[in-house]
């Protein structure tokens, strides 16, 4: 047997669900709102963050090649200096001649007076 059901309670019922419906799509308008505001925040700090590591990027390749630059120029000055194995050949002979050893008393005395009297021709 088939019970009907009163017209006014079925749209009543309808009326019913269909609010419930709106306010759930409502609901998820404004979660879709701020969600959709928090993912463009979020984007721009992060863009913010890019440009920022980007830029001391950029600064600590110039200090890089700075840095390369002054290891190059460093690198021709030391090309320039003697070898120690030849510093130490300048030594040996250094040492074996010994000019203050070499050079007499009387041969300081004679040069020095020489050079005083050719100063005062």
Do not use: C
């Not at 019913?16 to 409502?26: G, I, M, V």
């Not at 190059?72 to 002979?93: F, H, P, Q």
């Amino acid at each position: 047997m088939e019970t009907q059901q009163d017209p006014s309670y079925m749209l009543n019922e309808i009326v019913n669900r269909l609010r419930s419906l709106e306010s759930k799509q409502s609901l998820l308008t404004e979660k879709t709102l701020i969600i959709n505001k928090n993912m463009i925040d979020e984007y721009r700090a992060f863009a913010r963050h890019i440009k920022i590591m980007d830029s001391d990027l950029r600064e600590l390749k110039l200090e890089v090649n700075r840095i390369k630059e002054v290891i190059r120029e460093i690198g021709k000055e030391t090309e320039n200096y003697a070898r120690k194995d030849s510093v130490r050949v300048l030594e040996k002979y250094i040492n074996l001649i010994d000019p203050i050893k070499s050079i007499a008393e009387s041969d300081v005395k004679r040069i020095v007076n020489e050079v005083i009297n050719a100063d005062r021709k």
